[in-house]
């Protein structure tokens, strides 16, 4: 602590958003104070041991694209890229109930991979016909030229006003919309959605690029306290912050759990919705902060498999026709594993209710379905963890209304993926949400 509880920034929330926050004002010279309430960092993104196996999980598989700038930065300021693998060219194998499958392999020529990879990637896929694959040609094309407009609506009635066939919505443009935006085509802003396809997939070099984390989320961000000290910052663990304190309409500090105050006139918030409405003084009687209270979530329910069987040398597939989307390969330290698969459903409303053993046998019989050579391979241990409130559903009225970093009150800053970015609440836009936040203090 400083000798007389001042400082510079006072950071709420050692998630990415007030990782990237604290790091951007320490870069514009500052020395912040990030205040997280448990003893990890990383928010939703963190890792944990599972206990039977042995192996280090995380709360649910992250991916991430080539476009993560914001997310990036962070990550290479910590020294942590060689950590996470990234693909060449994205490159999607397709898996069906049937045991037929696909690949999405988004390789260009001369150079030339962003959109033209992705156009061609698209031509080679063989599960949609010529039909589909013109109009599909044809809405990149028209999205690359910003002439769609997409509105108020929502991501299903702009794919139907762009002449998406229910096959390519289905087989397409829903598990790009589940991965990315945590919701349903029919609940997300198509204004979003837009914005996702023309940076992630219709963007430039390797924008669409898949990035997939090589050690559990927690290794990842463990470096960053280190290099906060270093640079004259601080880390409190373990230690929420109960209410802002304000006065005359700017921000005096904030008072801990424990009654301790803390003084700085600019404070970041970097925490969900919901933590902020607890701790935002009664008195504060402000539209911006009553809305809070309306902003709904979408659940991602993620598992682990522990399977006696090698599963095939694919490190992710997309699997199609059933409640899973994602299967991604991962190594384990079980003895008697062959190996093991982390699992993941977005938008998993229908299936978060299940109990555990439902979700576990039904994503079982799934991967058994979907890859002939795991037929009668048994599963030996399996772990579920359903985040409910995983990420703010970004629907058509939500996108409207998403408050901007800068609040009301003098000095305080309001970050996090849920605040406008104009981006998915993801990684990158917790991490630009941070950037923002950090360059209004
Ligand atoms: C299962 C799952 C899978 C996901 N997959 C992906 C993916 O593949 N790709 C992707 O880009 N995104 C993914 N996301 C979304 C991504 O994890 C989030 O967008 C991002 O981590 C949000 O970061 P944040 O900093 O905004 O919020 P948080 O991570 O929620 O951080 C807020 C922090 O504030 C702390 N806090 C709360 N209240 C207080 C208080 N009063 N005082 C002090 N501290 C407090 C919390 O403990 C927490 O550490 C996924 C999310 C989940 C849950």
């Known amino acids: ?85 990234k693909q060449k060219y994205l490159t999607i194998p397709f898996h069906f109930t049937n045991g037929e499958k696909d690949l999405l ?8 991979h962003g959109s033209i990879g992705m156009a061609l990637g698209m031509l080679r896929l063989n599960f949609l016909n010529g039909k589909d694959k013109r109009s599909m040609l044809l809405f990149a094309l028209r999205l690359k030229l910003g002439i769609c407009r997409p509105g108020s609506m929502t991501a299903m009635e702009f794919l139907l006003s762009e002449a998406q066939s229910g096959r390519l919505i289905e087989l397409i443009w829903t598990p790009v919309i589940l991965a990315t935006m945590n ?23 390797d924008a669409s690029s898949l ?57 970041i918030t970097a925490i ?26 979408s659940p991602i329910v993620s598992l682990y498999l522990w399977f006696d069987k090698e599963f095939p040398e694919i490190q992710l597939s997309a699997i199609m026709d059933t409640k ?29 209710g299940n109990s555990t053993e439902e979700i576990a046998n039904l994503c079982a019989e799934e991967v058994r379905q979907c890859f002939p050579e795991m037929r009668g391979a048994n599963v030996i241990h399996w772990k579920v963890i359903k985040e409910k409130s995983a990420t703010v559903l970004i629907d058509p009225d939500t996108e409207e209304r998403r408050p901007n970093q800068k609040s009301p009150v003098d000095g305080l800053v309001i970050a996090g993926d849920w605040t406008n970015t104009g981006l998915p609440a993801t990684l990158e836009g917790a991490a630009l949400s941070g950037k923002i936040a950090a360059s209004l203090i």
């Open 183 to 205: 919701g349903k085509p029919e609940e997300v802003s198509a204004k979003v959605f837009v914005t996702v396809l023309r940076l992630a997939f219709f963007g430039s070099g």
């Open 105 to 112: 392999f988004a390789k260009g020529f001369a150079g030339l």
């Open 324 to 352: 899973t989307q994602w299967i991604f390969k991962k190594t384990t330290k079980m003895q008697s594993a062959k190996s093991l698969l982390a699992l993941t459903i977005s938008a998993g409303d229908e299936i978060v």
């Open 211 to 267: 990035y997939i984390p090589q050690c559990g989320l927690s290794e990842l961000f463990e470096p960053f306290e280190a290099w906060m000290n270093e640079r004259g910052g601080k880390m409190l663990r373990s230690m929420g912050v109960s209410t802002i304190d304000i006065e005359h309409n700017q921000v005096k500090g904030v008072t801990l759990q424990d009654g301790t105050k803390l003084f700085s006139s600019s404070v």
């Open 272 to 297: 969900p919705p919901h933590a902020l409405q607890k701790i935002i003084p009664d008195a504060l009687n402000h539209s911006y902060f009553s809305e809070l209270g309306h902003i709904n979530y």
């Open 1 to 85: 602590m400083s000798p007389n509880n001042t400082f510079d920034a006072i950071i709420l929330g050692a998630g990415i958003s007030g990782m990237s926050a604290a790091m951007h004002c320490i870069k514009q010279g500052k020395s912040p104070l990030l205040i997280e309430s448990t003893a990890n960092i990383g928010g939703r993104a963190r890792s944990f041991e599972d206990r039977v196996s042995g192996d280090i999980i995380d709360n649910g598989q992250h991916v991430m694209m080539g476009c993560y700038a914001s997310f990036f930065e962070l990550i290479k300021e910590i020294g942590m890229m060689h950590k996470i693998h």
